[in-house]
């Protein structure tokens, strides 16, 4: 029985599985930060051109129209207004063309009059014998 019992403990600790050993767990790839978000872009944009009102519209243009990192690098390290302009040279297409359309659009919407309100007209009094009700 002892033989038996040791035979049977040689025979389990020497066997193997085939099944292949487990892997390694991996880490999910981090993607690198972005060296120039578009809405740091935007805000960056909006205080060299100051004018806050073209915020919202340089960010939807940067991510809509996927500008590429060196044109939003560009415009984010940009200083005045006259460094903005060899930024114009990253963009592609007709990226430029229709973000100018849209700020365009709202520097006319801004520029345009507004025409005064129109005055109420006078209250008119009930007439001297109506019987109050």
């Known amino acids: 029985m002892t033989r038996l019992c040791l035979l049977a403990f040689a025979l389990v600790a020497c066997s193997h599985s085939d099944a292949p050993p487990p892997a390694e767990p991996t880490v999910a790839a981090v993607p690198a930060a972005d060296p120039a978000p578009c809405p ?6 909006a205080k060299l051109m100051a004018a806050a009102q073209i915020k919202p ?6 991510v809509d129209d996927r500008w590429s990192v060196e ?4 415009v984010l390290l940009a200083k005045s ?15 430029f063309e229709s ?3 849209d ?5 006319t919407a801004d520029t345009t009059p507004v025409a005064p309100p ?9 007439p001297a014998n109506a019987m109050p009700k």
């Open 99 to 101: 973000l100018k359309r």
């Open 103 to 107: 700020m365009d659009a709202v520097k």
């Open 40 to 45: 740091d872009v935007a805000v960056q944009a």
């Open 57 to 62: 519209i340089v960010a939807s243009h940067c």
């Open 118 to 126: 129109t005055p109420a007209p006078p209250a008119v009094p009930p």
């Open 71 to 74: 044109l939003r690098k560009c």
């Open 81 to 95: 207004q006259q460094e903005l302009e060899p930024c114009h040279q990253d963009f592609t297409g007709t990226q």
